[in-house]
């Protein structure tokens, strides 16, 4: 860890962008979904009761997440044995044609079944593409920015946040320009040809990308079975990197699936305040998250993140606790939670690439990654709700991010100095 980072050159700007733009519309598509997830369940899933048709909607997109750590497997081992670019390249084009195809499907009522069943299908598609997209973008851009893998690694998600703006600023549109029944019958599928196109041109300018250096000189060392690898000499790593990536994760599926139904439905918020506020809340988090990995090259990037599990386990209950008085300034109190993971989510990232060689990496950071954000962000909205079922406080969601923040303390407290293992070629078998 050098005490000036140097700045990054022009090809190394532009692959970050290319690889991180990517990153963005794919969580446009993957995100899009749950926010017209009610149109869906209309379309594809008629029942007598709303509810059940719902539920099964909110099933599906579980479904996705479900499908990221296969994905990841699967998607992993060919980065790790024949190159980043080319899994980048296939992401990139076939999540966008499941978009596409998803805003396309016929309804059930022209369809039947088969409707239902072919947007399951493109659903999982979507997931597995996502379980690699990721780890392949932090992969990819540690190894080409190899300058400024830190800040590097905060434009990725800084793009990410901007994607899951971007489908709520759609919805917004759409919401205001359409009556219900035309958002019903067809201002849904806008949202997902609109996503499908912008995925596309991503495609056409990823073409442009060039293989990581640091693939390129291992390249004659790739391992046949990087997973099988991975499981085997780094598994304290593995266990590391869930630990280094928990409370990103965890705040992440709160904010973005529980908070706004929990503001909205059991604080009583006035639901357009609350799509605001988190929308403000999300740039925030992109702001100050693309400033702390700003300094994630110049200073031990283990210390942001204690400074963020610090932050959270002793502010999160209380900023839980003035939510749930049903007065609060959201436009404050929100930021103000995002601000505070500043230091986690601007680091998380270069930690995790830090853990692995080059001959594993993708492998070892799918792995981390998918497993964290499939446990934490997939379960953490319904343990959310469980707990303030369990206790009858409101405010109990807090607790969660308070638990998961020491986890996240304890692992980061437990890293030395991180530093990127580019060109390592250790534990090399097969």
């Given at each position: 860890m050098t005490a000036e980072a140097p700045d990054l050159t022009r090809r190394q700007w532009t692959m970050t962008?290319?690889?991180?733009?990517?990153?963005?519309?794919?969580?446009y598509d993957f995100i899009v979904y749950g926010i017209f997830a009610q149109y869906i369940a209309a379309a594809f899933f008629p029942a007598s009761d709303p509810v059940a048709a719902l539920t099964l909607s909110l099933a599906v997109f579980?479904?996705?997440?479900?499908?990221?750590?296969?994905?990841?497997?699967?998607?992993?081992?060919f980065g790790d044995r024949y190159g980043r670019k080319t899994v980048f390249v296939v992401t990139v084009f076939t999540m966008s044609a499941c978009t596409l195809g998803m805003g396309l499907v016929p309804p059930h009522a022209s369809w039947g079944v088969a409707a239902t069943l072919l947007l399951v299908g493109l659903r999982f598609v979507q997931g597995l593409c996502i379980g690699g997209e990721l780890p392949g973008a932090i992969t990819f851009v540690v190894e080409t920015a190899?300058?400024?893998?830190?800040?590097?690694?905060?434009?990725?998600?800084?793009?990410?946040?901007?994607?899951?703006?971007?489908?709520?600023?759609v919805y917004l549109a759409l919401q205001t320009w359409l009556p219900p029944a035309a958002m019903a019958e067809y201002g849904w599928r806008i949202a997902f040809l609109f996503g499908g196109m912008l995925g596309l041109v991503?495609?056409?300018l990823r073409r442009?990308?060039?293989?990581?250096?640091?693939?390129?000189?291992?390249?004659?060392?790739?391992?046949?079975?990087p997973v099988g690898e991975v499981l085997r000499l780094h598994r304290r790593a593995v266990?590391?990197?869930?630990?280094?990536?928990?409370?990103?994760?965890?705040?992440?599926?709160?904010?973005?699936?529980?908070m706004p139904a929990y503001l909205g439905q059991v604080l009583r918020y006035d639901r357009q305040t609350v799509a605001l506020a988190i929308n403000v809340a999300l740039l925030a988090m992109s702001v100050s998250l693309l400033a702390a990995s700003w300094f994630a090259d110049r200073i031990p990037p283990r210390r942001l993140l204690q400074a963020s599990t610090l932050l959270l386990l002793v502010g999160a209950v209380p900023a839980y606790v003035v939510l749930a008085r049903g007065d609060a300034n959201l436009f404050l109190v929100l930021p103000l939670l995002t601000v505070a993971m500043a230091g986690a989510n601007g680091s998380f990232a270069y930690l995790l690439a830090t853990l692995f060689p080059t001959r594993v990496r993708f492998s070892g950071v799918a792995l981390s990654l998918n497993l964290g954000f499939t446990?934490?962000?997939?379960?953490?909205?319904?343990?959310?709700?469980?707990?303030?079922?369990?206790?009858?406080?409101?405010?109990?969601?807090?607790?969660?991010?308070?638990?998961?923040?020491?986890?996240?303390?304890?692992?980061?407290?437990?890293?030395?100095?991180?530093?990127?293992?580019?060109?390592?070629?250790?534990?090399?078998?097969?």
């Open positions: 962008v290319l690889a991180s733009l990517g990153g963005g519309l794919e969580y579980a479904v996705g997440y479900l499908a990221r750590p296969l994905g990841g497997v699967v998607l992993s081992h190899s300058r400024r893998p830190g800040f590097a690694c905060g434009i990725v998600f800084c793009f990410v946040n901007s994607g899951v703006i971007l489908a709520a600023l991503s495609f056409w442009s990308l060039e293989e990581t250096p640091e693939f390129l000189r291992l390249q004659h060392t790739a391992s046949r079975s266990l590391t990197g869930i630990g280094i990536v928990a409370l990103t994760a965890a705040f992440n599926g709160i904010l973005f699936a529980h446990l934490l962000s997939g379960l953490g909205p319904l343990a959310a709700n469980a707990l303030i079922g369990a206790t009858g406080w409101p405010a109990a969601p807090g607790l969660i991010i308070a638990g998961v923040a020491l986890v996240g303390l304890l692992t980061a407290l437990r890293l030395g100095d991180s530093r990127l293992r580019v060109g390592e070629v250790a534990s090399v078998s097969g």
